[in-house]
């Protein structure tokens, strides 16, 4: 079964950085587009960034455009989402997230089914 494992979460002062990391099994990491998504106190979840099956192609939200990266090593099954110049706004859940389909993927925000999600590693951006 799917199985993602997020890591690399904690707080950190506003301007600072951090690196996700969510480990893959349980299918072919390699086949599918990941995402990651986070989720904010209070709010509905909210798409971050897409990453095509060979990582050359990647796709991020305005309000963290230039300042995340993703990125994943196919050969380890693992995905990355390096967040840099981080401002308490960031402050949230953060989620990956599978495609659920092998090679389909979009270059819009796009939410995966819920059971294709990790539980998540929390981000708090605070002085």
């Known amino acids: 079964q799917v199985q993602l494992v997020e890591s690399g979460g904690g707080l950190v002062q506003p301007g600072g950085s951090l690196r996700l990391s969510c480990a893959a099994s349980?299918?072919?990491?390699?086949?599918?587009?990941m995402y990651w998504l986070r989720q904010a106190p209070g709010k509905g979840p909210e798409w971050v960034s897409t990453?095509?099956?060979?990582?050359?192609?990647?796709y991020y939200s305005d309000s963290v455009k230039g300042r995340f990266s993703i990125s994943r090593d196919n050969a380890n099954n693992t995905l990355y989402l390096q967040m840099n110049s981080l401002k308490p706004e960031d402050t949230a859940l953060y989620y990956c997230a599978r495609g659920e389909v092998p090679g389909v993927g979009y270059d819009v925000p796009y939410y995966p089914r819920r059971n294709y999600w990790g539980q998540g590693t929390p981000v708090t951006v605070s002085s």
């Open positions: 349980g299918f072919t990491f390699s086949d599918y587009w």
């Open positions: 990453i095509h099956i060979g990582g050359k192609i990647a």
